[in-house]
């Protein structure tokens, strides 16, 4: 695998592989690489003769009060771990490289849906950075496939919307989410989670898990539901950022004849911001 700091000496690499016809897979995160990463590698792999990956830890979608400069920087191991998945090229730019002129000035991708609720609503401006930066990451790669998690369902949504109303032409392939044996989502946050938390953790997931079974079973009091499954986060140790039952496609708040539901949480312990999803597919009758 050959890492790459700077963007000239990616594209002409990448432009060489283009032009011998091989189709290139995409695969961006924010580094400190666990099992989950690993998976998005090797799906992009089964599909696309080239598999680029890149680290950069997004200032731009960090708030003032958020953990950017906690977040955990591991590249050395990282690198192993992408080089034993077989990746072929790792992109690792620094501030300067992604943002030459520094954020305030930055040129910006705007979403206009989906990006006010949910994370977006305690995380103001988050996915403004998140749209930019994909966007400057996919100029840059310029590949067939990107792969995203199922994991950042609204992050997964918001690229989708980006990718259509801005013709990127980019093959966007969601992977699914990668759990602990308890349930926990796999997260680069999950260092953050102290020995004393981590055994209660799982309720996120067993809520969300709890209110999809009961509307597979005809409930359809989704606010209700969204209630008792917020006080039983709360009597695990949380605070509930927020937790919502909603239309997969809109992520606006579910009505009763939706099919196709995605419940979504997000709590926080005591140093980190947890999210997770369950979705479901009503079929006829149900
Ligand atoms: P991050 O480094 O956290 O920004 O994540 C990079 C990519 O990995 C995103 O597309 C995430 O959705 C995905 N990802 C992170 N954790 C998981 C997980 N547990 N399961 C599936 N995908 C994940």
């Given amino acids: 695998m050959k890492t790459y700091h700077h963007i000239d000496s990616l594209r002409e690499t990448l432009n060489r592989e283009r032009a011998a016809g091989k189709r290139i897979g995409f695969v961006p995160t924010m580094g400190n690489l666990h099992d989950a990463h690993l998976e998005l590698v090797k799906l992009a792999r089964e599909t696309n003769d080239i598999v680029v990956c890149s680290i950069f830890v997004n200032g731009l979608q960090f708030g003032l009060n958020e953990d ?12 192993q771990k992408l080089q034993g998945v077989g990746c072929d090229y790792l992109f690792n730019p620094d501030d300067n490289e992604m943002y ?5 000035t930055q040129s910006r991708v705007i979403c206009p849906t989906m990006t006010d609720v949910l994370c977006g609503a305690s995380r103001p401006g988050h996915f403004e950075g998140v749209t930019t930066v994909v966007t400057k990451l996919f100029n840059i790669v310029q590949p067939h496939e990107a792969v995203f998690g199922i994991k950042d369902f609204q992050q997964l949504a918001v690229i989708r919307r980006m990718v259509e109303d801005l013709c990127m032409g980019i093959q966007i392939t969601a992977a699914p989410i990668h759990r ?17 938390e981590r055994p209660k953790v799982s309720q996120l997931n ?9 509307i597979e079973a005809g409930r ?24 919502s ?17 995605t419940i979504l949480g997000a709590m926080f312990t005591a140093g980190a911001r947890l999210i997770d999803n369950v979705s479901t597919n009503l079929t006829e009758g149900e």
């Avoid at 989704?222 to 937790?243: C, H, K, S």
């Fill in 68 to 79: 950017w400069d906690k977040y955990p920087r591991t590249l050395m191991e990282d690198s």
């Fill in 100 to 104: 030459p002129n520094g954020l305030d």
């Fill in 180 to 196: 602990e044996i308890d349930g926990l989502a796999m997260s680069s946050r999950n260092g953050f989670i102290t020995e004393e």
């Fill in 206 to 214: 067993k809520s969300l898990n709890w209110v999809k079974d009961h």
């Fill in 220 to 243: 359809r009091d989704f606010g209700d539901l969204g209630d008792e499954a917020r006080q039983q986060i709360e009597d695990a140790g949380f605070r509930v950022d927020y937790f």
């Fill in 245 to 261: 039952v909603c239309n997969s496609k809109t992520l606006a708040p579910a009505a009763d004849d939706d099919r196709n539901i």
